[in-house]
């Protein structure tokens, strides 16, 4: 996004779901703060007072494929197909592959109707070998104007968001980063 702009962009991968996401709902409206949420559509399907929520709430949505498809692994037609039938429960123009891969191919054929957003910060929070600490050290360390920084609304993220979320949240605002949603 823009280098010249004081502003980040909060993005949530992988969810909705009920053990993490009103979490992390909350803790963004406790400090007025909108985000884009790449959900998986199988997700939404099981979740969807989960789903209306987070666009009730104002937050942006985007799709992250039916079921956390890997595109390293499927024909541009399935992968296509998969991120179709996500779309059939989101109805978002952005798309983002799990694991911020896919085939040259599949992106050629995506960008026709969909926007490809990616990242620049992971924070790794899904990770056994990190603590809170260290996934708000990694948004202390590479956070920068215009950042895409992705934390994940998943079971494998939740205990370190409790912590980390809201201490990235007023780091960030303590250096004076404005939050933002895609247009």
């Known amino acids: 996004m823009d280098r010249h702009e004081k ?4 993005t949530f991968d992988d969810g909705p779901i009920p053990e993490a996401t009103p ?6 409206k406790e400090h007025d703060i909108k ?12 979740y969807p007072e989960l789903f209306e929520r987070i666009k009730a709430e104002g937050h942006q949505v985007g799709n992250h494929t039916f079921n956390h498809m890997n595109g390293a692994k499927y024909s541009i037609w399935k992968y296509s197909e998969n991120i179709k ?10 798309v983002r592959p ?8 599949q992106y050629a054929w995506l960008s026709r109707k969909y926007k490809i957003v990616m990242w620049d910060l992971v924070t790794r929070d899904y990770s056994r070998l990190l603590t809170a600490e260290d996934v708000v050290n990694n948004v202390k360390k590479y956070a920068r104007n215009g950042s895409i920084i992705t ?21 960030l605002k303590s250096q004076g980063y404005a939050f933002k949603i895609f247009p």
Not at 36 to 45: I, K, L, P, S, Y
Not at 98 to 104: F, K, S, T, Y
């Open 35 to 46: 985000a884009t949420f790449f959900m998986v559509g199988d997700n939404v399907r099981k």
């Open 85 to 94: 039938k996500a779309d059939d429960y989101i109805h978002s123009h952005y």
């Open 151 to 171: 934390f994940h609304d998943s079971l494998k993220s939740i205990d370190k968001l409790r912590t980390a979320l809201p201490e990235s949240i007023i780091w």
């Open 7 to 10: 502003a980040v962009y909060l």
């Open 98 to 105: 799990p694991h911020g891969w896919m085939r040259l191919g």
């Open 23 to 28: 979490f992390i709902l909350d803790t963004l």
